[in-house]
């Protein structure tokens, strides 16, 4: 472990990194935000919902920017934009991050902001932070620090408890558009 990876300027709890302004930044070279966010998106992903409870409500924020980042300690990422309602809580408490199968689209699209009448979710709550019934996988984390990411905060958490099941397919996003896996993939387990 090198020093530099310890420097308090680079690691900074999730307090900090809340708090941060985005005063230093400078202005974006990027002619047309909006053609860079196409560009990004042929960059094709899976879906996940971050899940988490506050009071005895239980709330969820759809995202693609999942990925992961060590195994020991096991650290996943996700970037969340700093408007985004979730992290103020996110920061704080465990959330749960259920990788969504193909057959999920419209829990995909609850916590998108575009929910459809009679889509009831199916919570489980028997570990951490409530998490959806019938996910691809999912992983039990608590806070482990934020990072400035410019308009959008980079949480990491610390994975506590992981499960998945077999024989479904990830849901996927790609080019702005959902989609699934045209063949199935060999299982190497
Ligand atoms: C496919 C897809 C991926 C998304 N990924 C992210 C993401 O990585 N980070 C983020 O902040 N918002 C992401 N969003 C947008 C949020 O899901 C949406 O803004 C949500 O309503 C925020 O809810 P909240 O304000 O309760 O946190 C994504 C939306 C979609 C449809």
Not at 35 to 40: F, I, K, P, V
Not at 163 to 185: C, H, I, M, N
């Amino acid at each position: 472990m090198t020093d530099i990876m310890w420097n308090s300027e680079i690691y900074e709890n999730a307090a900090e990194a809340r708090t941060r302004t985005m005063e230093g930044a400078s202005p974006a070279n990027v002619a047309d935000p909006r053609q860079l966010r196409n560009t990004l998106g042929n960059f094709a992903t899976g879906v996940t919902v971050l899940t988490y409870q506050s009071g005895d409500a239980f709330f969820g924020v759809t995202v693609n920017s999942f990925t992961s980042v060590s195994m020991e300690p096991p650290l996943v990422l996700v970037s969340l934009t700093r408007r985004s309602r979730a992290l103020t809580y996110l920061l704080e408490r465990p959330f749960a991050i259920n990788v969504l199968g193909d057959d999920q689209l419209q829990t995909a699209l609850q916590f998108a902001g575009q929910p459809k009448d009679g889509h009831p979710i199916e919570w489980v709550t028997d570990d951490g932070a409530p998490r959806i019934n019938g996910s691809l996988a999912y992983f039990q984390c608590t806070p482990w620090a934020g990072y400035d990411g410019g308009d959008h905060i980079l949480v990491l958490g610390r994975v506590q408890t992981y499960g998945q099941k077999d024989e479904t397919k990830p849901l996927l996003f790609y080019r702005g558009k959902w989609g699934s896996l045209a063949a199935d993939v060999p299982d190497n387990s």
